[in-house]
């Protein structure tokens, strides 16, 4: 089982006299500059400066720079920009000033772990991962609670990334609901897997199944369980409220592109065909006499089939999850 760090395990002393440079200032970037600052943290934002997010910035109170300026200052660079646009903005804005001894944060681990960012060896590389959205971190953080978060480090050039991490998950008000460690491999396979297969596709069947796959690769259940259910609920309420065009429009970028391309492909033409005839048996009534005709054989079905649910491992992993996140006494 995965180690979980709480407010005792991090010390925000290890940012002292430190400036941290928030790169971007969408859902993610707002809510983790936010609650950094008024955790006492030396924030500054680097945007574009004809970008929408530049008035922004500056009514919440910040005096934000370019890009590069951010980049020159930040002692740590925490990328918060879509994954798409990162590795040009890098190369073009931030390579240059990632001088020996700085840090580079990500909340996703997708650049690194493809290689698409090389940081220099003479830095740490980490990575702070809320698990959720940035209006739910920012509320969370508001009412005096938080909600979980990943940690990773790939680089520990200052042999203190780990603490860095950690101190600015405290910051954030992750470390109130509790904090996994992982890496930048697992993250990033267990995050892309649970955006394209499960969190913009299926149901009860496809989220087990995705579980079933990424602990049998040797992935913490805990992580699996983030990527392949927590978040469902997260997907839903969105839909539920804006419909697909309004959750696509929330999600990033990489989600929208995944999950568009390659959803297709796992709920497929044969899946259709599955499914156009369990409507044919719901019409042709099959199912009713399946369920009602012999009603005793049916129930101890139903109870083998809920019996086989509850102790599969992802509802283990469920109920310590929906705990870290106040869900669940």
């Not at 520990?156 to 008000?173: P, V």
């Not at 995705?210 to 369980?225: K, M, T």
Request: hydrophobic letters at 40%.
């Amino acid at each position: 089982m995965a180690k979980i760090y709480y407010d005792a395990d991090a010390d925000l002393g290890v940012l002292e006299g430190k400036k941290i440079a928030v790169i971007g200032y969408g859902s993610q970037g707002r809510a983790q500059a936010l609650n950094m600052r008024d955790s006492g943290l030396d924030v500054l934002l680097g945007l574009r400066p004809d970008g929408a997010s530049w008035s922004k910035a500056k009514a919440d109170g910040f005096q934000p720079y370019t890009i590069a300026e951010a980049a020159e200052k930040g002692d740590i660079i925490h990328m918060l920009i879509p994954d798409l646009e990162q590795p040009v903005v890098y190369k073009s804005q931030i390579a240059k000033f990632m001088k020996k001894g700085k840090a580079i944060g990500f909340s996703h681990g997708f650049n690194i772990h493809f290689k698409q960012i090389v940081p220099p060896h003479y830095t740490d590389v980490i990575m702070v991962a809320p698990k959720g959205p940035g209006k739910g971190l920012r509320d969370a953080y508001v009412s005096g609670f938080g909600i979980p978060a990943l940690i990773a480090v790939a680089q520990n050039y200052s042999g203190k990334g780990k603490e860095i991490a950690l101190a600015m998950s405290k910051a954030m008000g992750c470390t109130r609901a509790g904090v996994l460690e992982t890496t930048f491999k697992e993250e990033t396979e267990t995050d892309l897997f649970g955006e394209q297969a499960v969190l913009v596709g299926g149901l009860i069947a496809l989220i087990k199944k995705g579980f079933e796959v990424l602990v049998e690769e040797g992935y913490q259940p805990e992580l699996a369980y983030f990527e392949v259910c927590n978040e469902m609920k997260l997907i839903m309420d969105l839909v539920y409220n804006s419909g697909f065009t309004g959750m696509l429009k929330i999600v990033s970028d990489t989600a929208k592109y995944g999950g568009l391309t390659v959803g297709p492909k796992v709920i497929d033409e044969h899946v259709r065909e599955n499914m156009k005839k369990i409507l044919k048996d719901v019409q042709n009534g099959n199912f009713a006499k399946d369920w009602t005709g012999k009603p005793e054989e049916s129930r101890r079905r139903l109870n083998s089939l809920m019996k086989e649910i509850s102790d599969h491992k992802i509802e283990e992993v469920g109920k310590l999850i929906r705990k870290m996140a106040g869900i669940e006494k």
